[in-house]
Each structure stands twice: as C-alpha cells, then as structure tokens.
C-alpha cells in the first residue's frame, strides 16, 4: 500500500521556487496563499546555506485533524490528509497545531478574518466528485486521481524535492545519498511521521 | 528556553495583566555580546562543511530564516518545542498546544463545567430555594434602574451568546457532530464562530459600562468578611440566615471583582488577540492566547452557572428584582438589611428613577 | 423522573472529555460525517494515457483496481530519480 510523503533534499535544493509557482499554477491557490514555500537557512552565508521546501507533510498523527472543531479533515488510504472546505469555518486552530505552518487562509473580511483553510492536497482534490469543476475550484487539481503526482516534486528541475510513495522516494533517496557520501538527514519525517510516543504504532488511515 | 518561558508566564500574575503576547516577546540580545548561539552553528556550518548537525539544529529551533513567501512566520520551518503546564516533555509548540487543548482543557474544563452543574442542582433539589421568613409587604423599593438593567441584560444575554457558541466549539464534535451530523453542525458552528467575533466586543463595552456604574456599590466594607465565612455562607444558602450587607452583598462583590472584572480581563485580552489575526502576532502568542481565553472562560461560566442559580431559582425574588427593578422591602430588609436601613421609603435609591409608577410590578404574595 | 434526567444529562456531558483516535476501526469509520472521498483509483486513466502507452506515458491502470493505479504510480515515481531515468 502506498503511503504518500514528501521529502526535500537540503543538500540539492536551490531556492528557484519553482514548486511554489507549479503549485500555484496547477492548483490555481487563492490570492494571498502559497501552498508551498522555500526557507533558506543562513541566507547568504557562504558554506552554510541550505534550502527548504515545505508544504504540508501529510502527517500521521495530524495535531490539525485532532483540533479540527468541526472535524472536517480525513486521512484517505494513501496517507494523504485531506480537509472539507464546506465544513470548514476558518476557525485557524489547525494552524496553531501544525508544526509545519502548512494551512493558509485567504482573508476573507475586514480586521484579518479567516476564510476557509487552504493548504496542500498532495494533488488530490478534496471531498467533491474526483476531476470534478467543483473539486477543482475548491481544492485544485487531482493529479494522483490522472495517476500523476503532485506538480511540485514531478517538476523540481534539481530533483530536491521528492514526493510519491513513501518506500519509493525513500529508495531514491538512499542510492543517492550513498553515491554522494552525505547528507542523509530526511528533512522534517520525525516530526510528521515518527510514532509521537516511543513504541506507538503509526496512525491508521480514516477512510474517506 | 522558551517553554521554560512559558510556564513561568502560565503562573505569574502579571502575565494577567500583561498579557500572553507579552510572555512571549522574546528576550533581548545585546549586540556587543558573546556570539549569540545561531551565530556560533552559522560559523560551526561553514568550518565543517561536511557536518549538517548546526543546519537541522536550526531547523527545529523555530527561529526566523529567510524566506520570499509573504506572509507571517512563513520564515519558520517548524515551531519551536514548547511545553504546557502539567506536561513532562517538550514537544512541537503546535503539537503541545494541540494536547493541552484536548487532553487538559477538555478534560478538566469540561468535568468541571459538569460537576459544577451538577453540584448545584444536587444543592437545589436537597435544600431548596433562600426563602423570605416575613411576607411581602407590597410596598417597593426601586432596585435597579432601567439602565443598569439594561447594562445588565446586555453584558448577560451577550455572556450566553459567548459562552454557548465558545462551549460548542470545543464541545460540539463530541457531543452534538454525532447527533445532528457534519453539515448542520458546521452550518451552527460557522453562526457560533461569528456569533462569537462580533459580540465580544459588545460584552466588552458592556462589561467596562458595568463596572463603572456599579464600582461604588462594590467597594468592600467590613461587613463583608462574613461572606468569607463558610459557616455563615452555609447557613445562608441552607438555612436562609440572614446576612447584613450594604447594595451588594460579599458574595456579589467576589463575583464583581473576581469574575465581572478580573476574567473579563483576561478574556478580553487574550480573546482580542486571537480575534484579530492580521497585527502580525505569533503562533505561539496565539497558543498562549487560546489557553488564558479557555481556561478562564471554564472559570467564568462555572461562576456565572452560580451566580444565574442564585439570581433565578436560588433566591427568592431574586429574578424579579433585575427583571423589574423593583423590590419588595421585606427582601431588601432580609437580605441587604443596611441598604434598606439607609433608604428606607426612599423610591429613588438606584439613582435616575422617579417615583414608583402606577403601573409598577408587585412582588407575588406567596411567601 | 427529573432526577434521573438529570443524571442522564451529566452522563451525556461527561462523555464529551476525550480525544479522538484518528486510527481506523469500525467506530471511526462511522463516525467521520463529512462527505466521502472516491479514490483516486476509481478513475478512468486520462485519454491521452490509456491511447498509447509510449516512452512520455507512464502504463496506465485499470479502474477501480488498486494494484494496478498503485504499480503505474510507482513506476511513474521512479522517474523522480534521475539516476535511474538518465542513467550513471
Ligand atoms: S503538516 Fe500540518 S497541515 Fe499537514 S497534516 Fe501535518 S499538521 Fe496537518
Ligand atoms: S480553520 Fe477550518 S480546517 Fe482549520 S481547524 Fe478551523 S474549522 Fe478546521
């Protein structure tokens, strides 16, 4: 079974942001919202530079899902994390939780009011009718329901960013960290997909 | 460090009045000092260019990088670790906050809204209502005047409105999701979370209106202490022995002070900061914000649950007297004796009313 | 009667103190209310796909067969490595 993660490679990265404008592209994002975004480290410092791309990590014990006041995220059989924007009143308690700073509000009033959360889909749409207008005018395009993957990662002309099956990347990561003899670190899993409790089992998929 | 912060900021009074924007402003570097410790792994990064150790420290340390995104603290890989009271570890401040939100204040806040409620209904059914000993004697005492009243209802209706919608937005996904289902809930949730942003502010003006039309009648006096008294409030509320008292009583000026003020404070503070997200405020501002504004809002309607109680079927007459803002004189003899003694057949006690008019509503004879 | 109510109501309010499992079983899978997903795999693969599988489309799945949709995917993330697609 596949289990959909991401992973930025901090050693190949190099902050052309061309991920955050595919995904603003392919998904056509709200104005105000980026989906992904890329955060150099030591900016400017000569050897120490490093660059990130994060987006949501499709966790497997969501703090977003389980603060959700309405309950409107679900987790499909592919361990992507997914949320109903018609359920959703803007609350803005899952960007309080999420470690990663994945959800986004597109501002929907005076004084800074919260429209419906938006934040990455790994490419899978939402609740609607898979391909649907209506899915794609609230949540994008659903390229995993083409067979694609998510935009971001397929074109990341460094191949930094990986996204896909969870066993595959990590495959591809490997054989590439062996042939460079470094950089081995798996930017952010521990947080999003590392057992919250030593000898915790991994959270389950909730079926959509 | 920055946990240790927190909890510190959690205990400390000031932190009240301050506010938790304020605990969490970070604490000043002096620039002619030793290098400060993300200078030290930007150095330790490039002398050993091979060791990406000080790199992904950096990256769980949740301080600010650079970025070309807009937006708040989109210059934040992962939130700092943080740690809530009564948790032993550190852990992501969202991951923290998520767990002390549904494990401590869902938890205790909800078995305590709970057993307050059932305490003081189990009271009602043992005891029953404070009674009068005399019977009316029909003449009336004007109470409270038509603005306090005003400013009164006001400040309550929009406390309900308050604390309905905030209880369904904790409570709601376990009690009423399953009941009424997903779309319907969210629909009311939606109204509740609006309901909510747009009558703080009017409960804040009414509350500030409040408590200055009646902070004179508050001012403590010395006959007050016998409220701090667990014998004599026993006996009150038991037996219905009386206890002297000027307009207010000790108790309704614990009320006044503790809770019309005090948590007022601290829910419009931390509740502003959580209702205005575009002044650029924190994740964590916004955390620590969430936590003063649920745990004091568990307190406050666990007070307001007592003081409805006493102001409805707890006290006799008691309603009526808001409701109207008349009284008879054998309450106001039997339960704030020195008022009474001071204005007796004086019609125009609140202040602004005139005599009583024709019209005026009696107490019910049924004592 | 009214006793009884009461106990009930406070029974009723008491079961609202926990968190919830996101792990699946029976109860959860019932308890999510909001609208159902279908899967990706219950999809006609795109036209241009399912015509001619070619050196620019990756093989297509049958729909509704999760095996196959998963293989295509998989194959289709092989292509993320470059050391594989170009070669050493
Ligand atoms: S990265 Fe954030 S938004 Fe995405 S699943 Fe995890 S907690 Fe939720
Ligand atoms: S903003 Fe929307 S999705 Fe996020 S916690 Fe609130 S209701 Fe749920």
Redesign the interface.
Known sequence: ??RMKFLCDAERCIECNGCVTACKQENEVPWGVNRRRVVTINDGVVGAEKSISVACMHCS??PC??VCPV??F?????GVV?H?K??CIGCGYCFYACPFGAPQFPQAGAFGLRGKMDKCTFC????????SEAEFQKYGR?R??????PAC??M?ST?AL????GD??AD?YR??VL?RGKGSEVWGWGTAYGPGKPGA?P?????? | MQGITRLIAAFSAAALIAGPAAAQAPAEQKADEVPSPQQAERERAAAQPGNNAPVWKEVRSGQPNYTSIPGRETDVLIQPGARFPGQSHFSTAGEAWRQFR??VV??YG??L??LV??AI?AFY?AKGPVKLHEPPTGRLMLRFTDFERIVHWSTAISFCILAVSGLVML?G???L??LI??TL?AWLTMLGKNLHNFVAPFFIVSVVVMVIIWLRDNLPRAVDLQWLNPAKVWGFFAHSEHIPSGRFNGGEKIWFWAGVLGLSIVMAWSGLVLLFPNFDQTRAAMQDAWVWHASAAMLYICASLGHIYMGTIGVEGAYGNMRNGYTDETWAKEHHELWYLEHKGDRRVGGTGGAVPAGAPHMKENA | M??LL?VMG?L?????????Q???DQA??K??????????W??D??AY?KAAPNSFA?P??NKGDRAS??T???A????????KRIGD
């Open positions: 079974m596949a014990d969501a899902m389980a309950d409107c679900y987790r499909t059989e592919d997914l109903d018609d359920l899978a749409g939402g609740p609607e009718p898979d391909r659903n995993l329901a083409e067979g694609k993957l990662a397929e990341c191949k990986l996204g896909g099956d595959v990347i591809i054989d590439r042939r089992a959270a389950q998929p909730r079926k959509s | 549904n494990g869902t938890f909800g078995w809204v709970v409620l059932v209904l059914f409570f996904k376990h009690l999701l399953p289902g997903a809930f | 009214k006793k009461f406070a009723f309010l008491v079961s609202a103190c926990t968190e919830r996101q792990v699946i959860s899978e308890r999510y209310q909001g609208k159902r997903d279908t899967q990706p219950d999809n693969p795109l796909a990756a297509s799945w949709w998963e295509q995917i998989k289709r993330n092989e292509r993320q490595n470059e050391n």
